[in-house]
């Protein structure tokens, strides 16, 4: 399966401050998704994208979370006021005509 | 109850050995079923998808009872490269995978 790409590897930012993360998928993918990996936990989903809109949130998505795939490639996480709880892997995931997903190698954030 | 628990295990075997991770799920609709396995601060990497009928892909082997709501993968023959964590992963009827903790798998020479 073709490679997903995230970029940073590793954010540190200060709380409050916002961060984007962002994802670079196989460009003839139709469905992204976020997942958050908080560590020694579970991984956990965030939010689906399809056609350019949101098609699934968890209610760990709040008003501080949006995505948006601003130039038809890169697919972005953004956090607006980052907390301490936010640090945590976020990886990107992506399907195309099957239900698999394959996950990106992620970012990892850290908030002080 | 949890929506997906497994055993979290660590299982501690020699190389060779037949190893068995079993996992269930609370909801009776979630639509698929995978095993992903996940090193150390690594992204899931797709194991394989699990079938009803069952399934295998070499030394490993999958299995999927709905009446009981348990998934299952065995793995023969086990490498060192094997250590890992295998997540028993269920998908929802909304696309999104809910995954299980992880069961950790030690495989020592």
């Known amino acids: 399966e073709p490679e997903v790409t995230q970029t940073p590897s590793h954010q540190v930012t200060q709380m409050g401050q916002e961060v984007i993360l962002r994802c670079v998928p196989i460009s003839n993918h139709l469905y992204f998704y976020w997942y958050r990996q908080i560590l020694g936990q579970k991984v956990e989903f965030l939010v689906s994208?399809?056609?350019?809109?949101?098609?699934?949130k968890s209610e760990i998505f709040d008003d501080q979370f949006s995505v948006e795939r601003p130039d038809g490639s890169n697919f972005t996480l953004k956090i607006r006021s980052t907390k301490l709880e936010d640090s945590a892997m976020y990886f990107c995931?992506?399907?195309?005509?099957?239900?698999?997903?394959?996950f990106g190698p992620g970012t990892r954030l850290t908030v002080t | 109850r949890k929506e997906v628990e497994q055993d979290p295990g660590p299982f501690n075997v020699p190389e060779g050995a037949t190893v068995a991770f079993n996992c269930t799920y609370s909801n009776s609709a979630s639509q698929s079923f995978f095993w992903y396995r996940q090193d150390c601060r690594k992204e899931p990497k797709l194991l394989m998808s699990v079938y009803s009928s069952g399934n295998e892909d070499g030394r490993f082997t999958a299995q999927l009872n709905r009446a009981s709501q348990y998934i299952s993968l065995l793995i023969r023959d086990s490498k060192l490269s094997d250590s890992a964590t295998y997540l028993c992963v269920v998908m929802d009827s909304s696309y999104k995978l809910i995954f299980g903790s992880g069961t950790r798998l030690l495989v020592r020479p």
């Open positions: 995931a992506h399907s195309g005509d099957t239900y698999e997903q394959y």
């Open positions: 994208f399809y056609n350019n809109e949101i098609s699934e």
